[in-house]
């Protein structure tokens, strides 16, 4: 392993004022994005959507330092013939690959799940680093059922990132380790920060037991957020100082950078918190945004499925992405927004 070579793509994933757009969404997830537009999920037209996002040339350029995509999008052209990865290498950013399977019940933890993709894992991974993806994906879901997460739960979830995370750096490239707990449900913020502090600190554990050299990974985790059901939903800078305070407790300064979900926040909100915990610096290591929905709802809106307004649908999302990336250096402001 080249640990050296991974910390400069981690660096370059988390590039200053900049942050990354997850584009991942299997097809299940994109079909369900499109219905929100009335349009079919067909692989034309979710090639048609990707380029019109990796084309965006002001938000490409200024503000995405990587793209994380779905095995299809990998290995597919643009209209003109192009691989979309050189679409994506020629503005600059990195791209990555999604490597796991998706969440599937945990037996004997009701409404609990466990990431699974292990199988063959080696193997993929040689694949997609022959296609050109320098970083990968693996997203563990921590559901919190009934006020509380099982240690059944965070344990086999963060043994699974740990084990893709090793191959992933022994096979030369980046591992995002993603342990979400879900803002589904009406726990209060403070659950939530409990439950994340002891899913990091196992997740960091299990990743020193596998010999992953922090250095060469980037964490990818939820903040510290009230549930969507609670009825006290906490402020912008209540979420901010929470999610700092769990963050610093539980991620060692040699990690290079830290890069959010956005979960189901609204696009503005996920700026905002983004930009307070920046603003409230300086911090052990950088802080950025790797969302899919929070910088994806705009522009996929005044896209809507009509080739007359892919200029509107990169408008959109150059907005998104300057407003998440001025959050990156704590530069965002309210007023801002307006200017869209
Ligand atoms: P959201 O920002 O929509 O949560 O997506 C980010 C992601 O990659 C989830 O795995």
Redesign the pocket.
């Known amino acids: 392993m080249n640990i050296d070579k991974l910390n400069d793509i981690a660096n370059r994933m988390v590039a200053a004022g900049k942050g990354i757009l997850?584009a991942?969404e299997s097809t299940g997830s994109i079909t369900k994005r499109f219905e929100s537009i009335k349009l079919d999920s067909t692989e034309t037209n979710r090639r048609d959507y990707r380029e019109m996002l990796f084309r965006s040339a002001d938000a490409m350029k200024s503000y995405i330092s990587g793209v994380?995509l779905f095995d299809e999008t990998l290995r597919q052209k643009a209209a003109d013939g192009t691989p979309l990865v050189d679409v994506i290498k020629a503005a600059g950013a990195v791209p990555g690959i999604k490597l796991d399977k998706g969440p599937k019940p945990l037996p004997f933890c009701p409404g609990e799940t466990v990431t699974e993709g292990l199988d063959g894992l080696a193997d993929r991974v040689a694949e997609y680093a022959k296609l050109g993806a320098e970083f990968a994906?693996w997203?563990a879901v921590i559901d919190i059922v009934n006020g509380r997460a099982s240690h059944n739960a965070i344990h086999a979830n963060a043994h699974a990132l740990a084990r893709y995370a090793a191959i992933c750096q022994a096979g030369g490239i980046v591992p995002m380790v993603?342990p979400?707990v879900l803002m589904d449900g009406a726990h209060d913020i403070d659950t939530c920060a409990e439950v994340t502090e002891w899913a990091l600190k196992e997740q960091f554990q299990e990743l020193y037991y596998a010999g992953v050299k922090l250095e060469g990974i980037i964490l990818?985790p939820n903040m510290v957020i009230s549930g969507k059901k609670c009825p006290t939903q906490a402020s912008r800078e209540e979420v901010a100082e929470k999610t700092l305070k769990v963050l610093k407790r539980c991620v060692p300064a040699a990690v290079p950078g830290i890069a959010f979900?956005?979960?189901?926040q609204s696009s503005e909100d996920a700026t905002a918190h983004l930009h307070y915990m920046n603003a409230a610096g300086p911090l052990p290591w950088k802080l950025t945004y790797?969302?899919?929905?929070?910088l994806q709802a705009d522009a996929l809106k005044a896209w809507g499925g009509k080739a007359e307004n892919v200029a509107a649908g990169q408008k959109a999302f150059a907005h998104r992405a300057k407003m998440n990336a001025l959050a990156a250096s704590g530069k965002w402001a309210q007023n801002l927004e307006k200017v869209a």
Request: charged content about 40%.
């Open positions: 997850a991942d994380i994906k997203r993603e979400e990818k979900l956005s979960g189901g790797s969302y899919g929905r929070a």
